[in-house]
Nanobody
Framework: QVQLVESGGGLVQAGGSLRLSCAAS????????MGWFRQAPGKEREFVAG????????RYADSVKGRFTISRDNANNIVYLQMNSLKPEDTGVYYC?????????????????WGQGTQVTVSS
C-alpha cells in the first residue's frame, strides 16, 4: 500500500514558478512509476509528466515541455514537479499518482495510487 500527499500548490502570476512535492509512504515506492496529472474545472484529468522507477526516463505532455521538470528522490520517497514560466492555462488541481511496474504511461486508469491533489492557480 502506498499513500501519496501533494504539497506546494498556490496562487502565482503568469511567468512565475512553483515546485510541487509528492511525499510517499511505503517501502515499495522506489519500484513505482510516478506521474503528475492535472484537472481543470469542467475538463478531464490529463497527463502532465511521468518518471520511471529509476528516474532515468521522463515523459511530458507537449503543453509543458521545456517548462516543467519531474524528478524523484527514492531515498526520501519524494517526487517533484518544478513548474516554470507558468501560464493561466496551467491552472488546475494537480495530482500525484503511482503505478506498479515502474514504467511511465499517460493513461490515468493505469495508475494504482493517487494523492488528494493540490490547487495551482496562475493569474494573468
Amino acid at each position: 500500500q502506498v499513500q501519496l500527499v501533494e504539497s506546494g500548490g498556490g496562487l502565482v502570476q503568469a511567468g512565475g514558478s512553483l515546485r510541487l512535492s509528492c511525499a510517499a509512504s511505503g517501502r515499495t515506492f522506489s519500484s513505482y512509476g510516478m506521474g503528475w496529472f492535472r484537472q481543470a474545472p469542467g475538463k478531464e484529468r490529463e497527463f502532465v509528466a511521468g518518471i520511471t522507477w529509476s528516474g532515468d526516463y521522463t515523459r511530458y505532455a507537449d503543453s509543458v515541455k521545456g517548462r516543467f521538470t519531474i524528478s524523484r528522490d527514492n531515498a526520501n520517497n519524494i517526487v517533484y514537479l518544478q513548474m516554470n514560466s507558468l501560464k493561466p492555462e496551467d491552472t488546475g488541481v494537480y495530482y500525484c499518482a503511482g503505478m506498479r511496474g515502474g514504467v511511465v504511461v499517460r493513461t490515468p486508469l493505469n495508475y494504482d495510487y493517487w494523492g488528494q491533489g493540490t490547487q495551482v492557480t496562475v493569474s494573468s
